[in-house]
Each structure stands twice: as structure tokens, then as C-alpha cells.
């Protein structure tokens, strides 16, 4: 059995346009905003850096080095894009030990703008959110629409997918799950990465089958709802106007499971999913997985766009951690 990536439905139909990105490191910039301020004291050395055209390992594998400390001393909240400018936090352990200069650390590609002290070393997924900047070139498309679509993006949000980032060049590591699953040995780190592909395909096949019945932002009975900016939830299974009133004031959100274990009632739907893909599912349960949930819908509130000549679309907005830029271009570009 082989699995190839579909083109996951749009929310908003047909994009109003086409264009290029990362022509340029620059054309592609996100910056890290942590879920808590350093506290100035403590054995880790808390590192915000920007970097271009480097991957987050790689540096990570040279402050080790210059801080001649064990690579595991190292962390960082999350992965980032080689071919971007990327401003990320690192922390390294230096318990008892002087700081080196870290000035000296500063390379063409490599720039260190702040360090500071806290008690504890930097864990992953402890970000409230990344801001981007993005340039597309080369636009061909109606500009008047595109801005009408950013303007509707802004107000009811997109669906919240997985980026093809998370499955692997042309699709992977989702097949490298399978025969995972089927019993290929894989080293630790490549067993979690290929246990997030497998679990997000399932999510985003349960969110176009939400996106194509246009349900994604909308609520059925026995949905589960995350409220804003928490990942606490609750099940309705009656739909009255409360609810209704503050979906459409984005206070909660309908979220769809993260298959894995567990006895978490789940949707017809999502169940039906789920039974589509056997072998992932399964696979997830062997490997211990808790059955999760996530949004469908994640807002752009502060979403802008502006033409800076008539082929150059430039962007800002920000998105909550484990929300993918790509999933707000493709209303724009497509795939």
C-alpha cells in the first residue's frame, strides 16, 4: 500500500491568483514569540537568534560546539525553514559555568540578539505563536480579489491544516509511517516524525471532508469545541444559540480528533476517516498515542496585505504555534 498527498480542499474556492515565494531567504521571514518571559536567572542560557539560510539542527549543532557543551544541552521550542530568515529561541545548560562571549558567534548567517538567563531549558512547543512576512513575486491574478480574500481570511479565519512541511519531501514520510508500522526500524527522532505524518494526514482528511460540507467552522451535534487560545475542550451534543453565538464570535473553535489511543467519543465522520486508513490508525494505537483534539479553524486577525509594485504581494500576519503559514497561501496561490 502507497499513499500519495491530495489537494486538500480550499475554504474559499478558487485562488484569486498565482505567485512565487521564497525567491529570496528574505521574501520568507518568521520570528518566535515565546509563551513566557525568561526569567534572568537560572542554568540556561536562553538565545534569541535570527538566522538565514540555515536549518534549526544545524545551529543547534554549533552552539554546542562553541559553547563546548553536549548537543543535548541544546534545545529549541521548534524546527524553522532552511531557506528563510528565521528569528528562534535556543537555550544551551551551562550550570556553574562562565558565558562565552557569544558576540564571537556571529557569522554572514548567524546573528545572536539577545541572551538571557531562566531556570529551566527551553522545551518544545512553547510558543504562543510565530509572526510571519512573507513577499510573493511573479503574481499573475486579480488584485482587487486577492485583497477581498485576504479581507475575508481576516475575518472568518482558514482551515486549519497540517503544511506539506509535516509529511516529507513529496509525501515521505507518510509511507515511511506505514512500514514503520508493518515493522521497519527507525531511529527515535524519525519515529516521531513519522508518527506526526501519519496523524496529521487523518486530521486533514477529516477536515476536507469538514471543508467540503462546509462544517469546518460551523457545528454539529456531538462536536467538541476548544476555546480560544487554550486547548481546553468541551463535547455539545446539543447545539444551542450559545454555542452558535460564540463559534461566530470566535471564542471557540470545532476541533477534530488526533487519532491514538483512548475512549474519547468520537464523530460518524471521523470515524469514517479513521476506518479509511486502517493501517495508520492502527499503527498510531500500537505506538501509544493519545488521542487528542485539534482546531479546524485558526484565526488571522492581523492579517495585511499590500501590492508594493503590480507583481509583489507583501503579508504579515501571525499564527498560534502548530499553524502553518502554507495553509493561508494556498487561498491566495494554490498548492
Given at each position: 500500500?502507497?499513499?500519495?498527498?491530495?489537494?486538500?480542499?480550499?475554504?474559499?474556492?478558487?485562488p484569486?491568483?498565482?505567485?512565487?515565494?521564497?525567491?529570496?531567504?528574505?521574501?520568507?521571514?518568521?520570528?518566535?514569540?515565546?509563551s513566557?518571559?525568561?526569567?534572568?536567572?537560572?542554568?540556561?542560557?536562553?538565545?534569541?537568534?535570527?538566522?538565514?539560510?540555515?536549518?534549526?539542527?544545524?545551529?543547534?549543532?554549533?552552539?554546542?560546539?562553541?559553547?563546548?557543551?553536549?548537543?543535548?544541552?541544546?534545545?529549541?521550542?521548534?524546527?524553522?525553514?532552511?531557506?528563510?530568515?528565521?528569528?528562534?529561541?535556543?537555550?544551551?545548560?551551562?550550570?556553574?559555568?562562565?558565558?562565552?562571549?557569544?558576540s564571537?558567534?556571529?557569522?554572514?548567517?548567524?546573528?545572536?540578539?539577545?541572551?538571557?538567563?531562566?531556570?529551566?531549558?527551553?522545551?518544545?512547543?512553547?510558543?504562543?505563536?510565530?509572526?510571519?512576512?512573507?513577499?510573493?513575486?511573479?503574481?499573475q491574478?486579480?488584485?482587487?480579489?486577492?485583497?477581498?480574500?485576504?479581507?475575508?481570511?481576516?475575518?472568518?479565519?482558514?482551515?486549519?491544516?497540517?503544511?506539506?512541511?509535516?509529511?516529507?519531501?513529496?509525501?515521505?514520510?507518510?509511507?515511511k509511517?506505514?512500514?514503520?508500522?508493518?515493522?521497519?526500524?527507525?531511529?527515535?527522532?524519525?519515529?516521531?516524525?513519522?508518527?506526526?505524518?501519519?496523524?496529521?494526514?487523518?486530521?486533514?482528511?477529516?477536515?476536507?471532508?469538514?471543508?467540503?460540507?462546509?462544517?469546518?467552522?460551523?457545528?454539529?451535534?456531538?462536536?467538541t469545541?476548544?476555546?480560544?487560545?487554550s486547548?481546553?475542550?468541551?463535547?455539545?451534543?446539543?447545539?444551542?444559540?450559545?454555542?452558535?453565538?460564540?463559534?461566530?464570535?470566535?471564542?471557540?473553535?470545532?476541533?477534530?480528533?488526533?487519532?491514538?489511543?483512548?475512549?474519547?467519543?468520537?464523530?460518524?465522520?471521523?470515524?469514517?476517516?479513521?476506518?479509511?486508513?486502517?493501517?495508520?490508525?492502527?499503527?498510531?494505537?500500537?505506538?501509544?498515542?493519545?488521542q487528542?483534539?485539534?482546531?479546524?479553524?485558526?484565526?488571522?486577525?492581523?492579517?495585511?496585505?499590500?501590492?508594493?509594485?503590480?507583481?509583489?504581494?507583501?503579508?504579515?500576519?501571525?499564527?498560534?504555534?502548530?499553524?502553518?503559514?502554507?495553509?493561508?497561501?494556498?487561498?491566495?496561490?494554490?498548492?
Amino acid at each position: 500500500m502507497t499513499l500519495t498527498l491530495p489537494t486538500w480542499p480550499l475554504v474559499y474556492g478558487q485562488p484569486p491568483g498565482s505567485g512565487q515565494i521564497r525567491q529570496l531567504a528574505s521574501d520568507f521571514c518568521v520570528s518566535e514569540n515565546l509563551s513566557f518571559e525568561p526569567s534572568g536567572a537560572g542554568e540556561h542560557v536562553f538565545l534569541r537568534i535570527q538566522k538565514t539560510g540555515e536549518n534549526t539542527e544545524f545551529v543547534a549543532r554549533q552552539l554546542a560546539r562553541f559553547a563546548n557543551v553536549r548537543q543535548r544541552d541544546v534545545s529549541y521550542a521548534g524546527l524553522k525553514d532552511r531557506h528563510a530568515v528565521t528569528t528562534q529561541w535556543f537555550s544551551v545548560w551551562l550550570p556553574g559555568k562562565e558565558e562565552p562571549d557569544w558576540s564571537a558567534f556571529t557569522t554572514d548567517s548567524i546573528k545572536i540578539l539577545q541572551h538571557v538567563r531562566h531556570a529551566r531549558k527551553l522545551k518544545r512547543g512553547v510558543l504562543s505563536g510565530n509572526q510571519f512576512v512573507i513577499t510573493i513575486r511573479a503574481w499573475q491574478g486579480d488584485q482587487a480579489a486577492a485583497l477581498q480574500r485576504l479581507a475575508a481570511i481576516s475575518c472568518h479565519g482558514i482551515a486549519n491544516y497540517y503544511g506539506p512541511q509535516r509529511f516529507g519531501h513529496d509525501g515521505q514520510n507518510l509511507n515511511k509511517a506505514l512500514a514503520m508500522f508493518q515493522g521497519a526500524k527507525v531511529g527515535r527522532e524519525q519515529r516521531s516524525l513519522y508518527l506526526s505524518a501519519a496523524r496529521s494526514f487523518l486530521f486533514n482528511q477529516l477536515l476536507a471532508r469538514r471543508v467540503l460540507d462546509q462544517s469546518w467552522d460551523q457545528a454539529v451535534p456531538g462536536d467538541t469545541f476548544q476555546f480560544d487560545l487554550s486547548h481546553s475542550c468541551f463535547t455539545a451534543e446539543d447545539i444551542d444559540d450559545s454555542i452558535i453565538q460564540r463559534l461566530a464570535a470566535q471564542q471557540i473553535h470545532v476541533t477534530g480528533v488526533l487519532w491514538g489511543k483512548g475512549d474519547a467519543r468520537v464523530l460518524p465522520l471521523e470515524q469514517a476517516v479513521v476506518t479509511d486508513y486502517p493501517a495508520l490508525a492502527a499503527g498510531l494505537v500500537a505506538c501509544g498515542l493519545e488521542q487528542d483534539r485539534r482546531a479546524l479553524r485558526v484565526q488571522v486577525p492581523d492579517l495585511q496585505g499590500q501590492f508594493v509594485d503590480d507583481t509583489t504581494l507583501r503579508l504579515s500576519f501571525t499564527l498560534p504555534a502548530g499553524s502553518y503559514a502554507t495553509a493561508l497561501l494556498r487561498e491566495l496561490i494554490g498548492d
